[in-house]
C-alpha cells in the first residue's frame, strides 16, 4: 500500500494541517492570474487538489474549475463547495482524467513526487499533457529540496486540539521523510510517514523532458520571484 492512500484519508491528516494558509493561496492564485490573464472561458485543473482551497478560489475569479485528489475524504470536503462551474473527482494523477480539455493544469503545495519509481513522475507529466488544450500550461509548485534538506528541523511536537503529534524529519538524498506518532482518540499509537523524492531542478528537467515538456519558466516563492536555489522555500515551475 502507497503510503499516501492511507495517510491522506485519515482525519488526522486533516487535523494536523488544518491550518493551512487560505491567505497565501489566494496571493499565489491572484498572482499567477495577473501574470497569465487567462481568456474568461479557460479551464482550470488543480490536480491533487486536496480538499480544494486552490480550486474553490480560482472559481470564485470567475474560472470553470476541476479538482482532483486521490483522497475521497478530501474529495467529499472540496465537493461541499462544487457548483454548476466547480466540480471534484477522485483521480490517481498518474492517469488521464480528459483529453485536450484544460488550458492550465496546476500541481501546487508539493503534492508530487509521492512515488516509489520515479517514473511515476513522468507518467503524471505525461497525462496532465494529454489533459491540455493547445498552447496550455503545467504549473508545479514544489518544495526546494536543497533548502530543507540545508535547513531541516529533525525533531518537534505540533499540538492540534488535543492531539500531539511528535514530528521527526530526515532524508537520504532520495526522499525527505517525515515520521508522525500520535496517540488517536481511542488511545492507540499511531505511526505514518510522509516520504517525498528529493527533486530538485535538474531531475524535473529530466522528468520534463521524457513527458514531451519544456521548464519556460522558475519562480521561488508565492510572489513568482526569481528562484535561488539557496534561499528561494519554493521551486515553481512554468511547463509547456
Known amino acids: 500500500m502507497e503510503w499516501f492512500k492511507t495517510w491522506f484519508a485519515s482525519p488526522y491528516y486533516h487535523l494536523l494541517y488544518k491550518s493551512r494558509n487560505d491567505e497565501e493561496a489566494e496571493l499565489f492564485i491572484s498572482n499567477l492570474l495577473a501574470k497569465w ?5 479557460a479551464r482550470f485543473l488543480d490536480l491533487a487538489c486536496g480538499a480544494g482551497r486552490h480550486a474553490i478560489y480560482l472559481n ?6 476541476v479538482g482532483t485528489d486521490l483522497s475521497a475524504p478530501s474529495i467529499a470536503t472540496a465537493s461541499q463547495s462544487a457548483n454548476e462551474s466547480l466540480d471534484f473527482y477522485v483521480q490517481d494523477m498518474r492517469n488521464l482524467f480528459r483529453i485536450h480539455y484544460f488550458d492550465y493544469t496546476l500541481n501546487l503545495f508539493t503534492s508530487f513526487g509521492y512515488f516509489e519509481n520515479e517514473y511515476d513522475n513522468v507518467k503524471t507529466l505525461i497525462a496532465a499533457k494529454r489533459g491540455l488544450r493547445p498552447n496550455g500550461k503545467i504549473l508545479i509548485d514544489f518544495m526546494n529540496a536543497h533548502k530543507v534538506k540545508n535547513n531541516l528541523v529533525t525533531e518537534e511536537i ?10 521527526k524529519r530526515s532524508t537520504d538524498n532520495q526522499f525527505i521523510y517525515k515520521n508522525i506518532q500520535f496517540k488517536d482518540k481511542e488511545g492507540l499509537h499511531q505511526d505514518f510517514t510522509e516520504k ?24 521561488g516563492d508565492y510572489n513568482l520571484e526569481a528562484f535561488d ?6 521551486l515553481i515551475l512554468e511547463l509547456c
Open 37 to 41: 490573464q487567462p481568456a474568461k472561458d
Open 60 to 65: 470564485k475569479q470567475g474560472y470553470q474549475t
Open 158 to 167: 505540533k499540538i492540534v486540539d488535543g492531539t500531539a503529534f511528535h514530528i
Open 196 to 219: 517525498v523524492q528529493f527533486i530538485d531542478l535538474k531531475k524535473f528537467e529530466s522528468f520534463a523532458l521524457q513527458a514531451g515538456l519544456q521548464i519556460k519558466a522558475t519562480y
Open 229 to 234: 536555489i539557496n534561499q528561494s522555500d519554493r
